[in-house]
């Protein structure tokens, strides 16, 4: 039943980038580190002076973006690189996954269906493509067993989306057969009738687990709510942070924010794209020292390093 | 092919979505208007594929004599309903179609559906109280973090907070922007970082199982 | 099951229902509560009032009537205080909902003063997708709006001929009850850097603390709380009355006081139940 | 008031009452509302995206002779592919287009808004000497720790852990926050809701007796 085998995952007990375990200086990021941070400690070149950009080719103002993004952009890539060249990375198991199972393995023992809420925005946001992950992966947990997992869904663009994952999701179990495309339901745009239908199947169908992954809004305690009503195990996560009290608070498990993208890395298919994980950790590293470096010298009335954050 | 080309695609809007941030140029910046626009007809298209999903779903129901099946024919009928007056009537001139007020469509809108909105959205208050009835209980530390928090800001968004104590509001103020504003903003890149990751996985294809198998 | 295990398990159908009474009880006996003003309120307030006649001012209104309780009461006051002054309005509508609900507001509002629309305010109507009509609107308001609300176009009305994009404005207040909010902010003020408040409803209020600190928006009325603080400065400045019934949000929160003292009441009763209960054994 | 208002009103009402019957148990007469809730709302969608999207994006455009517009028309027309199994890998170029325009759109925007201008904000002045930088110590201690709560490379142990551990703490902390702040907004909207019934009953009566 778990997806994901601790083979897959290289354990390794290094890290990379962290002073306690590898020697600071051979370390080659910590060398592009303090290179960038050198870079920064130059003056600021951004003026944001009032002109009139509408006939230039690039936009003066905005280099220190053009910066960071490549700078991201290439710590990603080169961890992906990595992980795809076999090298060990260590990521920690994320405990949503394991609440993820749980629900979905008590739902199945217990013969009643599963409920997979994908958020109500369209796919053209984020946090609806890593949602329509999880659900692949949530339909080839369940696809052994003869329970129904029900996708009731807000924005016409995600069924084409969600029938497909659901679809090879049972493909990828051996279970073709067991697919059925009336799971798949679009509900409407409109987010309480949407929310009114999503009670209904919760009170009506009576789902053991409910899955709530996405972008949700003033819906989620509801849904949280009948959820609990019915006695589900109810599973969410989302990045808006406004609707995350009422998920810890309704809820058996939360996966906060960028635990969602990361929950989403692992049940990908390429165990390899977790090297992203391993990109963004670094980032939040740099992002720390950053901030540390930027009150030490802005408490000391040096003000050139904090204006290369600065953003008109 | 089946799956480069839209892989293709996605890379290539992608990535001149990015340029256009750091072009300034008025007419790269019409262009890409443009294409925004293009992305509200393509989804104006997709909502087609919505309402088929909605009554062949509910039609199987009715046919089978499935469970509720009565209260399916209420949703469809009243889908069809609203399409035919706000539609069917104005292209064909008839009194009292199209949409806006004065219409049928526009009466349904004020009498039906917007206090079956406003309803299912007051129900909030009583799940708001019984969710907090039931979770807020002092089993460890961390709940109790969440409930006190919760029971002192709630104490402090109404005038009570001043006549127990004169600097109440200015506390909740600090709770608000300093506790608050650093786990949210501790979230905000955090996410942000993991959205902007998979956003890149996405445009470069090598995360492309949205697209379905082969 | 013993009496405090009873209080810790209460049905979930007596807390509906002593909510229910609450609300009733209290929307038909009223009482006066006292109130406190905020700065982020306070600084939306002192915005508007340094306003000259003649300026333009936008409010982008995005909420549909589900969320009105709330945010009425925002969008009449400053309607009122800015026709009051003489600036200028430009409004427009984000919430497919929300349209004619708007309308209403800016028709009643401008009657009462005697503004003319076209003249002293245009309302620009609603168009879908939020995030991409504010960047549309970033480089000129005709390219999603070619006409106003009214079917009027812009380059008609006498006060719309001057207009172009979001440098014509002093500022943006952006009324909100859903995720239009984060477009203004990234868009209209990221973007294009337009000075911008944001009026929201309740739950929203504490997403946007980090905005307001980081100097992205300069001002914050947060739900029935922020628009009573608000009522509240308008009131003392002259623009609304108490006799004309222009005062919503005050008039909610002796509602507001008493739900949430039932509610902690119940928080209360469930941990004294939870305490005892374990306590036995 | 007339008779035709009262009736529509009462309709209304009856609605309100339908769905808060919810509260007590599931019922036929909450069954209704829901699925005529869920109706009316997909064909009053169908309306807002025919008028604000197709008619005016599309439809004119084309009459106009911006003949580019045919573009987002073939590739809507792409969508319907998936009516047949057969051609359904059609529709993939117009989910490429969309995907890719949000994500793209989307990167720059995240990371100045949610990254870069956040770091900006922390960089605040810090010192134990008086109240506001003892704060923005607070601040920055608290946006460290919490970000250490979303390191996913390290197991949470020891210091490290015990940093992810306050860092979970101020979450919890904004959570209860983001609870209480809410409470009031959701109690506005019942309030409104008791007073329509409550104005509407009045009516009822005014015009019964």
Same mark, same amino acid.
């Given at each position: 039943?778990?997806?994901?085998?601790?083979?897959?995952?290289?354990?390794?007990?290094?890290?990379?980038?962290?002073?306690?375990?590898?020697?600071?200086?051979?370390?080659?990021?910590?060398?592009?580190?303090?290179?960038?941070?050198?870079?920064?400690?130059?003056?600021?070149?951004?003026?944001?002076?009032?002109?009139?950009?509408?006939?230039?080719?690039?936009?003066?103002?905005?280099?220190?973006?053009?910066?960071?993004?490549?700078?991201?952009?290439?710590?990603?890539?080169?961890?992906?690189?990595?992980?795809?060249?076999?090298?060990?990375?260590?990521?920690?198991?994320?405990?949503?996954?394991?609440?993820?199972?749980?629900?979905?393995?008590?739902?199945?023992?217990?013969?009643?269906?599963?409920?997979?809420?994908?958020?109500?925005?369209?796919?053209?946001?984020?946090?609806?493509?890593?949602?329509?992950?999880?659900?692949?992966?949530?339909?080839?947990?369940?696809?052994?067993?003869?329970?129904?997992?029900?996708?009731?869904?807000?924005?016409?663009?995600?069924?084409?989306?969600?029938?497909?994952?659901?679809?090879?999701?049972?493909?990828?179990?051996?279970?073709?057969?067991?697919?059925?495309?009336?799971?798949?339901?679009?509900?409407?745009?409109?987010?309480?009738?949407?929310?009114?239908?999503?009670?209904?199947?919760?009170?009506?169908?009576?789902?053991?687990?409910?899955?709530?992954?996405?972008?949700?809004?003033?819906?989620?305690?509801?849904?949280?709510?009948?959820?609990?009503?019915?006695?589900?195990?109810?599973?969410?996560?989302?990045?808006?942070?406004?609707?995350?009290?009422?998920?810890?608070?309704?809820?058996?498990?939360?996966?906060?924010?960028?635990?969602?993208?990361?929950?989403?890395?692992?049940?990908?298919?390429?165990?390899?794209?977790?090297?992203?994980?391993?990109?963004?950790?670094?980032?939040?590293?740099?992002?720390?020292?950053?901030?540390?470096?930027?009150?030490?010298?802005?408490?000391?009335?040096?003000?050139?390093?904090?204006?290369?954050?600065?953003?008109? | 092919?089946?799956?480069?080309?839209?892989?293709?695609?996605?890379?290539?809007?992608?990535?001149?979505?990015?340029?256009?941030?750091?072009?300034?140029?008025?007419?790269?910046?019409?262009?890409?208007?443009?294409?925004?626009?293009?992305?509200?007809?393509?989804?104006?298209?997709?909502?087609?594929?919505?309402?088929?999903?909605?009554?062949?779903?509910?039609?199987?129901?009715?046919?089978?004599?499935?469970?509720?099946?009565?209260?399916?024919?209420?949703?469809?009928?009243?889908?069809?309903?609203?399409?035919?007056?706000?539609?069917?009537?104005?292209?064909?001139?008839?009194?009292?179609?199209?949409?806006?007020?004065?219409?049928?469509?526009?009466?349904?809108?004020?009498?039906?559906?917007?206090?079956?909105?406003?309803?299912?959205?007051?129900?909030?208050?009583?799940?708001?109280?019984?969710?907090?009835?039931?979770?807020?209980?002092?089993?460890?530390?961390?709940?109790?973090?969440?409930?006190?928090?919760?029971?002192?800001?709630?104490?402090?968004?109404?005038?009570?907070?001043?006549?127990?104590?004169?600097?109440?509001?200015?506390?909740?103020?600090?709770?608000?922007?300093?506790?608050?504003?650093?786990?949210?903003?501790?979230?905000?890149?955090?996410?942000?970082?993991?959205?902007?990751?998979?956003?890149?996985?996405?445009?470069?294809?090598?995360?492309?199982?949205?697209?379905?198998?082969? | 099951?013993?009496?405090?295990?009873?209080?810790?398990?209460?049905?979930?159908?007596?807390?509906?229902?002593?909510?229910?009474?609450?609300?009733?009880?209290?929307?038909?006996?009223?009482?006066?509560?006292?109130?406190?003003?905020?700065?982020?309120?306070?600084?939306?307030?002192?915005?508007?009032?340094?306003?000259?006649?003649?300026?333009? !001012?936008? @409010? /982008? &209104?995005?909420?549909?009537?589900? =969320?009105?309780?709330?945010?009425?009461?925002? %969008?009449?006051? +400053?309607?009122?205080?800015?026709?009051?002054?003489?600036?200028?309005?430009?409004?427009?509508?984000?919430?497919?909902?929300?349209?004619?609900?708007?309308?209403?507001?800016?028709?009643?509002?401008?009657?009462?003063?005697?503004?003319?629309?076209?003249?002293?305010?245009?309302?620009?109507?609603?168009?879908?997708?939020?995030?991409?009509?504010?960047?549309?609107?970033?480089?000129?308001?005709?390219?999603?709006?070619?006409?106003?609300?009214?079917?009027?176009?812009?380059?008609?009305?006498?006060?719309?001929?001057?207009?172009?994009?979001?440098?014509?404005?002093?500022?943006?207040?952006?009324?909100?009850?859903?995720?239009?909010?984060?477009?203004?902010?990234?868009?209209?003020?990221?973007?294009?850097?337009?000075? !911008?408040? @944001? /009026? &929201?409803?309740?739950?929203?209020? =504490?997403?946007?603390?980090?905005?307001?600190? %980081?100097?992205? +928006?300069?001002?914050?009325?947060?739900?029935?709380?922020?628009?009573?603080?608000?009522?509240?400065?308008?009131?003392?400045?002259?623009?609304?009355?108490?006799?004309?019934?222009?005062?919503?949000?005050?008039?909610?929160?002796?509602?507001?006081?008493?739900?949430?003292?039932?509610?902690?009441?119940?928080?209360?009763?469930?941990?004294?139940?939870?305490?005892?209960?374990?306590?036995?054994? | 008031?007339?008779?035709?208002?009262?009736?529509?009103?009462?309709?209304?009402?009856?609605?309100?009452?339908?769905?808060?019957?919810?509260?007590?148990?599931?019922?036929?007469?909450?069954?209704?509302?829901?699925?005529?809730?869920?109706?009316?709302?997909?064909?009053?969608?169908?309306?807002?995206?025919?008028?604000?999207?197709?008619?005016?994006?599309?439809?004119?455009?084309?009459?106009?002779?911006?003949?580019?517009?045919?573009?987002?028309?073939?590739?809507?027309?792409?969508?319907?592919?998936?009516?047949?199994?057969?051609?359904?890998?059609?529709?993939?170029?117009?989910?490429?287009?969309?995907?890719?325009?949000?994500?793209?759109?989307?990167?720059?925007?995240?990371?100045?808004?949610?990254?870069?201008?956040?770091?900006?904000?922390?960089?605040?002045?810090?010192?134990?000497?008086?109240?506001?930088?003892?704060?923005?110590?607070?601040?920055?201690?608290?946006?460290?720790?919490?970000?250490?709560?979303?390191?996913?490379?390290?197991?949470?142990?020891?210091?490290?852990?015990?940093?992810?551990?306050?860092?979970?703490?101020?979450?919890?902390?904004?959570?209860?926050?983001?609870?209480?702040?809410?409470?009031?907004?959701?109690?506005?909207?019942?309030?409104?809701?008791?007073?329509?019934?409550?104005?509407?009953?009045?009516?009822?009566?005014?015009?019964?007796?």
């Amino acid at each position: 039943m778990p997806i994901i085998s601790s083979a897959e995952l290289q354990i390794q007990s290094n890290n990379e980038f962290f002073p306690s375990n590898t020697n600071v200086k051979s370390n080659p990021f910590f060398k592009v580190l303090f290179l960038f941070l050198c870079f920064l400690l130059i003056d600021s070149p951004l003026s944001f002076a009032a002109e009139d950009l509408s006939e230039s080719w690039f936009n003066p103002n905005r280099l220190n973006m053009l910066i960071f993004l490549i700078l991201f952009f290439a710590v990603i890539i080169y961890f992906i690189q990595r992980a795809k060249k076999g090298k060990s990375l260590f990521i920690r198991r994320i405990a949503g996954l394991d609440a993820i199972e749980e629900a979905v393995g008590r739902a199945t023992e217990m013969g009643r269906p599963v409920l997979f809420v994908p958020g109500i925005e369209d796919v053209n946001q984020i946090q609806t493509v890593a949602a329509m992950i999880i659900l692949g992966n949530v339909a080839k947990m369940v696809a052994d067993y003869d329970t129904p997992l029900f996708v009731p869904i807000c924005r016409p663009f995600v069924v084409p989306v969600a029938e497909e994952r659901v679809k090879e999701g049972y493909a990828a179990a051996g279970r073709p057969d067991a697919y059925n495309r009336d799971n798949v339901r679009y509900i409407s745009d409109e987010q309480f009738a949407y929310a009114a239908g999503v009670q209904g199947i919760m009170l009506r169908d009576r789902p053991m687990a409910n899955l709530m992954f996405g972008s949700f809004f003033a819906e989620s305690l509801m849904l949280a709510e009948t959820g609990f009503l019915t006695g589900a195990i109810q599973v969410a996560g989302t990045a808006n942070i406004h609707q995350l009290p009422f998920f810890v608070v309704a809820c058996d498990y939360t996966i906060i924010g960028e635990e969602l993208f990361a929950t989403s890395a692992y049940l990908s298919k390429e165990p390899k794209l977790l090297g992203s994980l391993k990109g963004s950790d670094l980032a939040k590293a740099i992002i720390i020292g950053i901030l540390a470096l930027g009150a030490i010298l802005e408490t000391l009335g040096i003000t050139q390093f904090t204006r290369w954050f600065f953003i008109e | 092919m089946r799956r480069e080309i839209p892989i293709a695609i996605c890379f290539l809007v992608g990535i001149s979505f990015i340029l256009e941030y750091f072009i300034p140029h008025e007419d790269v910046l019409s262009i890409f208007e443009t294409i925004r626009q293009w992305a509200i007809i393509v989804i104006a298209f997709a909502y087609v594929l919505g309402i088929a999903n909605l009554v062949r779903i509910n039609s199987h129901v009715i046919q089978r004599k499935g469970r509720d099946w009565p209260y399916k024919i209420i949703l469809v009928v009243s889908l069809f309903f609203m399409i035919t007056v706000g539609i069917i009537f104005d292209i064909f001139g008839i009194r009292l179609g199209g949409i806006g007020e004065g219409t049928i469509f526009g009466w349904v809108y004020f009498h039906a559906q917007y206090p079956l909105q406003a309803t299912m959205f007051s129900l909030l208050a009583f799940f708001i109280a019984s969710a907090a009835f039931r979770a807020f209980r002092i089993r460890t530390f961390q709940a109790s973090l969440l409930a006190v928090t919760a029971i002192l800001v709630m104490i402090g968004r109404v005038p009570v907070g001043e006549s127990l104590w004169a600097d109440f509001p200015d506390f909740i103020e600090w709770i608000m922007n300093v506790p608050q504003l650093a786990g949210k903003r501790a979230i905000m890149i955090g996410a942000a970082l993991g959205a902007i990751s998979t956003a890149l996985k996405v445009l470069t294809g090598l995360e492309r199982t949205y697209l379905g198998g082969e | 099951m013993t009496f405090y295990e009873r209080m810790m398990n209460l049905d979930r159908r007596w807390v509906y229902l002593v909510i229910g009474l609450v609300v009733v009880v209290t929307a038909i006996w009223s009482f006066a509560v006292p109130l406190y003003v905020t700065p982020e309120v306070r600084s939306v307030y002192d915005f508007v009032e340094s306003l000259v006649p003649g300026e333009i !001012l936008m @409010i /982008g &209104v995005d909420y549909d009537p589900a =969320a009105l309780a709330e945010l009425h009461p925002m %969008s009449y006051a +400053i309607t009122r205080q800015c026709f009051a002054k003489d600036v200028k309005l430009l409004l427009c509508c984000l919430h497919q909902n929300g349209p004619g609900m708007v309308e209403q507001v800016v028709a009643q509002v401008a009657e009462e003063y005697g503004k003319v629309n076209g003249v002293d305010y245009v309302y620009l109507g609603y168009k879908p997708y939020p995030g991409i009509t504010i960047l549309a609107m970033g480089q000129n308001f005709r390219i999603p709006f070619p006409e106003d609300y009214y079917g009027t176009p812009l380059d008609s009305l006498p006060m719309a001929r001057t207009l172009t994009n979001f440098d014509n404005v002093k500022a943006i207040i952006n009324i909100s009850a859903g995720s239009g909010t984060e477009y203004w902010i990234n868009y209209a003020n990221g973007r294009y850097n337009a000075k !911008l408040a @944001i /009026g &929201v409803t309740g739950v929203m209020t =504490a997403d946007y603390y980090p905005f307001l600190q %980081s100097g992205q +928006i300069f001002g914050l009325i947060g739900g029935m709380k922020g628009a009573a603080e608000y009522e509240y400065l308008a009131e003392k400045g002259g623009y609304i009355t108490r006799e004309k019934g222009q005062l919503w949000a005050s008039k909610s929160m002796p509602i507001q006081t008493t739900t949430h003292i039932v509610i902690i009441l119940f928080i209360v009763i469930g941990n004294v139940g939870y305490f005892m209960s374990k306590r036995k054994k | 008031m007339g008779t035709a208002e009262l009736i529509w009103n009462g309709v209304a009402a009856f609605l309100v009452m339908s769905i808060y019957s919810f509260l007590y148990k599931d019922n036929p007469f909450y069954k209704f509302a829901e699925h005529l809730v869920v109706g009316v709302s997909a064909g009053y969608f169908a309306m807002i995206l025919y008028y604000n999207a197709f008619l005016p994006k599309l439809i004119n455009p084309l009459r106009a002779g911006q003949y580019w517009y045919i573009i987002p028309g073939i590739l809507g027309l792409l969508m319907w592919a998936r009516f047949s199994q057969k051609w359904q890998w059609l529709s993939r170029p117009t989910l490429g287009f969309v995907i890719g325009s949000g994500a793209g759109v989307a990167i720059p925007l995240y990371l100045q808004n949610y990254v870069i201008r956040q770091v900006h904000a922390t960089m605040l002045p810090i010192g134990f000497t008086s109240w506001p930088l003892i704060t923005n110590v607070l601040i920055i201690i608290m946006v460290f720790c919490a970000l250490a709560y979303f390191f996913f490379s390290k197991q949470h142990k020891g210091a490290f852990g015990a940093a992810a551990t306050f860092g979970i703490w101020t979450l919890m902390v904004g959570f209860g926050a983001g609870f209480g702040m809410t409470v009031m907004g959701r109690v506005a909207l019942l309030a409104e809701r008791v007073v329509f019934l409550r104005d509407y009953f009045a009516q009822l009566w005014g015009a019964l007796f």
